[in-house]
């Protein structure tokens, strides 16, 4: 699926990628998914509950190896690679969205956002102005001092948007990021991931909802841990 895009370079490659769970019992919880996600594609992922989303996620986030077929993360085979090298990969590569924000409720936005940069090896002095420009682009400039506990459901959402993309990821992976938001505050966030899209960022989001689905260029269903494409008209 999808390697009709010649000239950008492929992000998410995957090959008969499938990983079963050992059990008792044992269960394949994705079978030969074959995918190819090159740079700056809006991507959309649905399925039933237990249809095998997260286990997708999982494999595509570098946080579990597929226990057959390859996983190529900008041209990097993943399988094999040692513990730590999938960390650092996984921490350069993939900023992470969650439905449920994961901010720290003592630090401030600004914080929150520098936190990320921690751990890539960015010099203590760079983080404070890394944090504020990435704060700057999700549209929360006035609030970079804020704690999260005085921010609206949206406003959280923009800081953990923020704090993955802090690091320059070649990857934006979003698990139900509008799972808590009212229809429209949801309607904004999608926004700023297509505004995000527009300037070049590679965006793969997982949701239940339909709605949320049809604003991917391309939406993969997982149905019974197979994952199929409806290409669209
Ligand atoms: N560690 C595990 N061992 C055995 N089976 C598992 C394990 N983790 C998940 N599964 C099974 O694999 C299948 C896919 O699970 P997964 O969590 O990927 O589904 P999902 O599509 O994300 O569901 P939901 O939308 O409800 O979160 C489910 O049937 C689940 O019960």
């Given at each position: 699926?999808?390697?009709?895009?010649?000239g950008r370079?492929p992000?998410i490659e995957?090959?008969?990628?499938?990983?079963r769970?050992p059990?008792?019992?044992p269960?394949?919880?994705?079978d030969?998914?074959?995918?190819?996600?090159?740079q700056?594609?809006?991507?959309?992922v649905?399925?039933?509950?237990?249809?095998?989303k997260?286990?997708?996620l999982?494999?595509?986030g570098l946080?579990d190896?597929p226990?057959?077929?390859?996983y190529?993360?900008?041209?990097f085979?993943?399988?094999n690679?040692?513990?730590r090298?999938r960390?650092?990969?996984?921490?350069?590569?993939?900023g992470?969205v969650?439905q449920s924000?994961h901010?720290?409720?003592?630090?401030?936005a600004?914080?929150n956002?520098?936190?990320?940069?921690?751990?890539?090896?960015?010099?203590?002095?760079?983080?404070?102005d890394?944090?504020?420009?990435a704060?700057l682009?999700?549209?929360?400039?006035?609030r970079?001092?804020?704690?999260?506990?005085?921010?609206?459901?949206?406003?959280?959402?923009?800081?953990?948007i923020?704090?993955?993309?802090v690091?320059?990821?070649?990857?934006?992976?979003c698990d139900?990021?509008?799972?808590?938001?009212?229809?429209?505050?949801?309607d904004t966030i999608?926004?700023?991931?297509?505004d995000?899209?527009?300037?070049?960022?590679?965006v793969?989001?997982i949701?239940?909802?339909?709605a949320?689905a049809?604003r991917?260029?391309?939406?993969?269903?997982?149905?019974?841990?197979?994952?199929?494409?409806r290409?669209k008209?």
């Amino acid at each position: 699926m999808g390697d009709d895009q010649p000239g950008r370079p492929p992000v998410i490659e995957l090959r008969q990628a499938g990983l079963r769970y050992p059990g008792p019992p044992p269960f394949t919880a994705l079978d030969g998914c074959d995918l190819t996600v090159h740079q700056g594609e809006f991507v959309t992922v649905v399925g039933p509950s237990g249809a095998g989303k997260s286990t997708f996620l999982n494999i595509v986030g570098l946080l579990d190896i597929p226990t057959r077929g390859s996983y190529l993360l900008d041209g990097f085979d993943t399988v094999n690679l040692r513990d730590r090298d999938r960390t650092a990969l996984r921490g350069q590569r993939i900023g992470f969205v969650f439905q449920s924000f994961h901010l720290l409720p003592h630090r401030t936005a600004v914080e929150n956002v520098a936190l990320a940069l921690v751990y890539n090896g960015t010099p203590r002095k760079a983080r404070g102005d890394l944090a504020r420009q990435a704060l700057l682009r999700v549209g929360l400039g006035h609030r970079v001092e804020a704690l999260p506990t005085t921010l609206s459901g949206g406003e959280r959402q923009r800081v953990a948007i923020a704090r993955a993309l802090v690091g320059g990821p070649s990857l934006l992976l979003c698990d139900e990021p509008t799972g808590n938001l009212d229809t429209a505050t949801a309607d904004t966030i999608l926004g700023l991931l297509e505004d995000l899209n527009q300037a070049g960022m590679t965006v793969l989001v997982i949701t239940h909802d339909t709605a949320v689905a049809q604003r991917g260029c391309r939406t993969l269903t997982i149905r019974d841990g197979k994952m199929t494409e409806r290409v669209k008209e």
